[in-house]
């Protein structure tokens, strides 16, 4: 099983949809968490941490589960500059390590 | 400088020679990480360096070593490339280990 995992779609939406990803961990000891974006051929860029209490920017809503160790991005009103793949990262403290994710791609359509 | 930057972009490369990849950051980063990019295989962490001195070897070294003779420098280097190298490297910072990572704009490697 790897470490994280994710659905790696595509997922096509229209403008304007909400569109939610997941991703689960497998090491329970696992301390942090974010999602990251990467755009086609560029490197990627965080996008948002994942805090335990959840945790909102915009159109964009982080979730963290841990009793199901996943994490969660919810993304509302879709614009077509969201089209992209995200990235999940969860960090460990006794690998010392964040591990990525495969990458889930979104293609918003208008 | 601002950020991180990596050299060159791209470079094509005969098998069995040998290539290094430079990365610079001007942020005082104290951790720096080199990863592979694939298709369909995600990112993999080649190697890494919690500050300057120091080094480890991250999923996939075989065929890379690193050095850290700095707080800002941290090449990778392919002894004798082959062409299961062939990849996008990308090189990244942090303020420590565990933190946010910052990453450079990557370098397209063929290896032929």
């Known amino acids: 099983r790897k470490e994280v995992e994710q659905d790696p779609g595509p997922f096509n939406v229209p403008e304007g949809a909400t569109v939610a990803f997941n991703c689960t961990y497998s090491?329970?000891?696992?301390?942090?968490f974010f999602w990251y974006r990467q755009d086609c051929r560029k490197e990627p860029k965080l996008l948002m941490s994942?805090?335990?209490s959840g945790n909102e920017d915009g159109r964009f809503t982080a979730q963290l589960n841990r009793a199901s160790q996943y994490i969660s991005l919810l993304i509302r009103d879709s614009k077509l500059s969201d089209s992209a793949t995200y990235l999940c990262?969860?960090?460990?403290?006794?690998?010392?390590?964040?591990?990525f994710g495969q990458g889930t791609t979104l293609q918003v359509k208008p | 400088i601002a950020g991180i930057t990596q050299a060159p972009t791209s470079q094509i490369l005969a098998a069995g020679r040998r290539m290094t990849l430079r990365c610079t950051q001007d942020?005082?980063?104290?951790?720096m990480y080199w990863y592979r990019q694939d298709l369909g295989l995600g990112l993999r962490l080649i190697h890494y360096?919690?500050?300057?001195?120091?080094?480890g070897k991250g999923e996939v070294p075989d065929g890379y070593s690193v050095s850290r003779a700095n707080t800002d420098d941290f090449p990778l280097t392919l002894a004798s490339a082959v062409p299961s190298q062939t990849s996008v490297y990308f090189c990244?910072?942090?303020?420590?280990?565990?933190?946010?990572?910052?990453f450079g704009p990557g370098t397209r490697l063929t290896v032929l």
């Open positions: 090491n329970s000891a696992s301390q942090s």
């Open positions: 360096s919690n500050t300057a001195g120091t080094t």
């Open positions: 994942v805090y335990s």
């Open positions: 990262v969860v960090y460990s403290g006794n690998t010392g390590k964040l591990i």
């Open positions: 990244a910072s942090s303020l420590q280990e565990g933190a946010q990572q910052f």
């Open positions: 942020m005082r980063h104290n951790a």
